[in-house]
C-alpha cells in the first residue's frame, strides 16, 4: 500500500486521526514526532533546547524521507509539510491530506503543553498568525483537505472517501 501522510496545525488530530486510519485500512502506522525521538534518544524539546530548531528540521527532513518508504499511515509534525520540496518527495510515495481544524480547537488541545517547544516559546497571538501563514502552505502541498472539526471515525471515514482505490486496496 501506498503512504498516507497526515498533516495540520498541532493538535489538528494527526496523531489520533491516524491511528485509527490504520487501524481502519489494516495498514502500518507512523508518529513522524515519536520516530523523531526513538532516533535521537531524546525528547523533542530537549532536541530544540540542545541544538536548535534547524537542526530539527534537518532530521525530521531525514526523518521523513526514511519511513515514507515503508508506507501506511504517517502522522507527520506540524512543520515537516510546508516545504514544497519536501512535499513533493512525500508524494512520490504515495498522498497527502490535509486535516483542516480552527485555530480555537487547535489552541484548546496544545496551550501549556510542555512537549511542544513552539508553544512554549509563542504568545496565543504569535500562534495564531503561525497558524495562519501555515494553513495556505498546507493546501498547496497537500493532495486534499478534510474538515477536521468533527469526531475522530468521521474525519477517518471522509478521508477513505477521498483515497485514490490503488491507495486503499
Ligand atoms: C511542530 C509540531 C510538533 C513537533 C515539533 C514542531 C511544529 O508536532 O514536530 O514540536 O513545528 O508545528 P505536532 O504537530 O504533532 O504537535
Redesign the pocket.
Known amino acids: 500500500m501506498e503512504a498516507i501522510f497526515l498533516c495540520?496545525?498541532?493538535?489538528?488530530g494527526?496523531?489520533s486521526v491516524g491511528r485509527k486510519l490504520s487501524q481502519s485500512l489494516k495498514s502500518q502506522f507512523t508518529d513522524?514526532?515519536r520516530y523523531?525521538v526513538e532516533r535521537e534518544g531524546r525528547t523533542?524539546p530537549e532536541i530544540?533546547a540542545e541544538n536548535g530548531e534547524e537542526y530539527?528540521r534537518k532530521i525530521?527532513r531525514l526523518s521523513l524521507q526514511e519511513v515514507s518508504q515503508n508506507g501506511g499511515v504517517i502522522?507527520?509534525?506540524?512543520?515537516?509539510l510546508l516545504n514544497a520540496e519536501t512535499a513533493d518527495f512525500a508524494k512520490n510515495f504515495g498522498k497527502i491530506c490535509f486535516i483542516d481544524v480552527t485555530f480555537e480547537v487547535c489552541y484548546r488541545r496544545?496551550c501549556g503543553d510542555e512537549?511542544?517547544?513552539?508553544v512554549q516559546k509563542n504568545s496565543k497571538r504569535e500562534l495564531l498568525s503561525l497558524f495562519k501563514m501555515?494553513r495556505v502552505l498546507y493546501r498547496q502541498n497537500s493532495d486534499f483537505s478534510v474538515n477536521g472539526n468533527a469526531r475522530v471515525q468521521d474525519i477517518v471515514k471522509k478521508i477513505v472517501a477521498k483515497l485514490p482505490l490503488d491507495v486503499v486496496e
Open positions: 495540520g496545525f498541532m493538535g489538528c494527526k496523531s513522524l514526532d523523531i523533542i530544540f530539527f525530521e502522522a507527520t509534525g506540524g512543520g515537516a496544545i512537549n511542544r517547544p513552539l501555515r
